[in-house]
């Protein structure tokens, strides 16, 4: 089994691609754009032709767990739909996300809503509702 992990230098995709290394028998891919770790494929998913070399790897999962407060509705318009775009049918998505509710009020039972742009940490909470948005696009046969 080949897995790709999308943002494997952050927090939560390291911690998941450290994992998988150390319980898998498979191919275990993490990317990066910023990191220095020659481990890690250097990606940028803003870049359509960065995303076709991903593609190219033939994963039978893909782990997308980026985390970037200032550009994360460009990676979801740009890098997340152009995945989705791209995927064959037999590859499964995972789009780690996170709940979006107001102030303590986090349950998954809380619809999300687009902030303005006044309001805390609106890039990063509707970059995530439009990942959402595209993860939902795809069709489950």
Avoid at 1 to 29: D, F, H, P, Q, V
Avoid at 63 to 92: A, F, K
Wanted: some cysteine; proline content about 2%; hydrophobic content about 35%.
């Amino acid at each position: 089994m080949r897995i790709l992990i999308i943002g494997a230098s952050g927090y939560l995709g390291n911690t998941i691609y450290k994992k998988l290394k150390a319980i898998s028998s498979g191919e275990i891919y993490g990317t990066c754009c910023n990191s220095t770790s020659n481990e890690f494929l250097k990606i940028n998913v803003l870049n359509k032709s960065d995303i076709k070399k991903l593609i190219s790897l033939k994963p039978d999962i893909i782990i997308w767990s980026i985390y970037d407060p200032e550009q994360e509705i460009s990676l979801s318009q740009i890098g997340l739909n152009e995945i989705v775009n791209n995927l064959s049918e037999h590859v499964r998505l995972i789009y780690i996300s996170t709940t979006v509710g107001q102030g303590k009020d986090q349950s998954e039972n809380v619809l999300p809503h687009k902030r303005k742009d006044d309001e805390y940490f609106y890039k990063y909470i509707n970059g995530k509702i439009e990942g959402e948005n595209i993860v939902k696009t795809i069709i489950i046969t």
